[in-house]
């Protein structure tokens, strides 16, 4: 059985016709149900109506900017958002997850990546309703319940800080986590100077990357803050109790 529901549904909100006209069918073809608005008033009466499970959403909309639309998408609904968009600059990307987006992918991009970014936020939302019990990249093994990680079957000793930041990552499945977020699991409101944060992601990256010089598990995400990977193209999972 795939990570999605059969009956999935996806919101794609954007007024590229030459993009829609390659996005749908591929998302289709992968076992979703895809509702089109092309602009952001169709965006928010389809999303009451449609009910999507997981929404594709552009900035650059012709009538508002996306992030206003992440913004009273986040007053009604916690559906998770994934913003694909051309705007590049680091400002906007943290602006759109600190509305309330789950993950950002960059115009032009792959698009194995993008089902895998849609796969990981469906698995995160599911996280609302569900405990879970493990998480998984590649040879990383962390059990959320037992406060352990096993690196290749062995346990690896972290320390209560460096766990705070690993789980933290590990809750998001796949998904990026902005430094804001992360220095709130580790820091709590009494930390925001970033340096602290990169010095105890360097210390995760000793124990569990093979070359912490050139991490494969723990990757930072430039500006914005970093993501569980797994290595070798695959993916994040999450078992739940």
Request: charged share 25%.
């Amino acid at each position: 059985m795939s990570d999605q529901d059969p009956v999935s549904r996806l919101l794609l909100v954007d007024d590229e016709p030459a993009l829609i006209g390659v996005l749908k069918p591929a998302i289709e073809a992968a076992g979703f149900r895809v509702a089109i608005a092309r602009d952001g008033g169709e965006a928010l009466h389809v999303t009451e109506q449609f009910e999507p499970h997981v929404i594709l959403l552009d900035l650059g909309l012709p009538d508002t900017d996306g992030k206003e639309i992440i913004s009273l998408i986040r007053q009604r609904s916690e559906v998770p958002i994934i913003v694909v968009s051309a705007r590049h600059q680091e400002g906007e990307k943290v602006a759109a997850l600190d509305k309330g987006a789950d993950d950002y992918v960059n115009k032009p991009f792959e698009i194995g990546e993008l089902m895998a970014r849609i796969r990981a936020a469906l698995r995160r939302s599911k996280l609302g309703t569900s405990v879970p019990a493990e998480v998984i990249a590649g040879p990383l093994r962390i059990d959320l319940p037992g406060k352990r990680t096993f690196l290749e079957d062995e346990l690896v000793k972290l320390s209560p800080k460096e766990w705070m930041l690993l789980q933290e990552l590990a809750l998001s499945g796949g998904q990026v986590v902005t430094h804001q977020r992360l220095l709130a699991a580790g820091w709590a409101s009494q930390a925001s100077d970033q340096q602290y944060l990169r010095v105890y992601i360097g210390f995760l990256r000793q124990k569990l990357e093979a070359e912490p010089s050139r991490p494969e598990l723990i990757l930072t995400e430039p500006g914005i803050g970093y993501r569980l990977a797994a290595p070798a193209g695959g993916e994040v999972e999450i078992k739940f109790a």
